[in-house]
């Protein structure tokens, strides 16, 4: 009997090693906001995969990261560079290196931070009529 009593205590001590008990989520969310008087379509580009993520004018999109066990797969500021197309006829191409306040990957540089709770917060990046001014014509390329 006791030898089945240490051989069970062997086996539950075995199979807890390594399992790591996490009590709480730590979740951020992005929203992105359209306000310009275009329809907005933003293709990430990570590591060769293109996402397409729709914006329509006047319109919120938002991303939700779980900190704990998130992918950040399709996570647009996590993408190696963005195209940012306006009514399929205007883009802007954004790349990780590229430092302005208008550039959506530089996530906590450009981005209000709306709310901070206990595991929780939540950012905005909110895309202006100004924005247009950086755009070059579509020739083809838009897609």
């Not at 990957?105 to 981005?111: A, D, S, T, V």
Request: proline letters at 3%.
């Amino acid at each position: 009997m006791r030898k089945n009593l240490l051989t069970l205590l062997g086996i539950f001590t075995l199979l807890s090693c390594g399992r790591e008990i996490i009590d709480d989520e730590y979740i951020n969310l992005f929203n992105y906001k359209n306000d310009t008087p275009s329809n907005i379509t933003i293709f990430s580009y990570q590591q060769g995969i293109k996402t397409r993520h729709d914006l329509p004018k006047d319109k919120i999109y938002s991303q939700k990261l779980d900190n704990n066990f998130g992918s950040t797969d399709k996570i647009i500021f996590y993408a190696d560079s963005v195209k940012i197309v306006y009514d399929n006829s205007k883009f802007k191409v954004w790349k990780s290196s590229d430092e302005s306040p208008r550039n959506i990957i530089k996530r906590f540089e450009n981005y209000t931070k709306l709310k901070e709770e206990p595991n929780y917060s939540e950012y905005s990046f909110a895309f202006v009529p100004s924005d247009l001014d950086q755009t070059a014509v579509c020739k083809g390329n838009c897609d």
